[in-house]
């Protein structure tokens, strides 16, 4: 068997680790960027009542007309503007990834950043470039000219706010890469509800300029949609690559019924993004412990105890939130904290106490 492994499975896929979501257990959750809010009661009947029309037993719309223009309105997508659904922004990347690749051809990042850039690089068999950004996690735009002249891209990713840093890029340094690249750049914007910022009104200025977006980190994660806005042209050809069907009937059903009731979901989204910063001052205030700025729904620090033992101990006293200390380079000492509910953000400032005292 191992040398039938060997001999079929390309290298770069044996080089690679599995994708690992930790199992929480009995833990606070607090690693995975998710909204801890569940709907109101009455909501959750109203949708389960939804769910009874829905035809389990028919193909869903391939193209989800309903869902699509509910998506259209709900993210503010201009007019004129193609859009296009993915069962989550990953699978929204691979599309893209699959559509560009070819023997030679670079897909280009800043890092840190989203790991699924580089995955699914090597998943289509693509070179990845990743740009080192400075110190402060900001973008390093003349690095990000120099890669684009020497590895020119097919494809840029910027995540808007970045992931796992929680900081949003200068928009007009973003813009240069727009001008400068010769390919797609596509901004990433799976945080635009905690962000207060945005290049969505900016599509059609630039034909080469994408934006993507998911509906997870409003409290839709269990769902599984994002979506792809830009110029229609480019998405009719990643359109073809877009398996059939590939947003089943209760996604389309659900993230229709969520989205007709927006305000539950943006109310969650003030009620996240206000605790942020409660939750940011206690970190700043807390010695030994480096919050750095965030526009998400997270909150990336530095601990001069060892990251390590304290992510440790943090689990040992019920609280997973995400080690990127192992990653090292920039991220070395570093921890990520997703702000859930107030009584878990407290849990989780004491269990951080008890860590680095």
Same mark, same amino acid.
């Given at each position: 068997m191992s040398d039938k492994i060997t001999d079929w499975i390309?290298?770069?896929?044996?080089?690679?680790?599995?994708?690992?979501?930790?199992?929480?257990?009995?833990?606070?959750?607090?690693?995975?960027m998710e909204n801890p809010y569940t709907w109101p009661e009455e909501m959750v009947d109203a949708w389960l009542q939804r769910l009874r029309g829905a035809a389990l037993n028919r193909y869903p719309d391939p193209a989800a007309h309903a869902l699509s223009e509910r998506l259209r309105e709900a993210?503010?997508?201009?007019?004129?503007?193609?859009?296009?659904?993915?069962?989550?922004?990953?699978?929204?990347?691979?599309?893209?990834?699959?559509?560009?690749?070819?023997?030679?051809?670079?897909?280009?990042? &800043?890092?840190?950043?989203f790991v699924m850039y580089r995955m699914i690089a090597t998943f289509c068999g693509m070179e990845y470039v990743g740009v080192p950004l400075r110190e402060d996690f900001s973008l390093d735009l003349d690095a990000m000219l120099a890669a684009i002249a020497k590895h020119p891209p097919a494809v840029i990713f910027l995540a808007y706010p970045n992931n796992p840093t929680g900081n949003l890029f200068d928009a007009d340094d973003v813009r240069a890469v727009i001008e400068a690249a010769p390919g797609l750049v596509v901004v990433d914007e799976a945080y635009h509800a905690f962000a207060d910022a945005s290049f969505m009104l900016?599509?059609?200025?630039?034909?080469?300029?994408?934006?993507?977006?998911?509906v997870s980190k409003m409290g839709?994660?269990?769902?599984?949609?994002?979506?792809?806005?830009? &110029?229609?042209?480019?998405?009719?050809?990643?359109d073809k690559v877009r398996l059939p069907y590939n947003i089943n009937v209760l996604t389309q059903v659900s993230a229709d019924f969520a989205l007709e009731n927006i305000g539950v979901l943006e109310a969650q989204t003030a009620q996240i993004t206000a605790d942020r910063e409660t939750l940011w001052q206690a970190l700043a205030a807390m010695p030994g412990v480096a919050p750095f700025p965030s526009r998400a729904n997270f909150i990336l620090f530095r601990v001069e105890a060892d990251a390590d033992t304290v992510f440790t101990s943090l689990k040992a006293n019920g609280v997973l939130i995400k080690n990127l200390n192992p990653a090292g380079g920039p991220l070395a000492g570093c921890l990520r904290v997703t702000v859930g509910r107030p009584e878990e953000n407290s849990a989780f400032l004491q269990a951080?106490?008890?860590a680095i005292a």
């Open positions: 390309r290298p770069g896929i044996r080089a690679l680790s599995a994708y690992h979501v930790p199992d929480a257990g009995e833990c606070i959750k607090l690693d995975a993210m503010a997508v201009p007019e004129g503007q193609a859009l296009m659904l993915g069962n989550g922004s990953d699978e929204i990347i691979q599309i893209i990834a699959q559509a560009v690749a070819a023997p030679g051809r670079v897909i280009m990042a &800043p890092e840190p950043s900016r599509l059609g200025e630039s034909d080469n300029l994408l934006v993507m977006r998911t839709l994660a269990g769902l599984r949609l994002g979506l792809l806005a830009g &110029p229609g042209a480019w998405l009719a050809e990643f951080l106490h008890s």
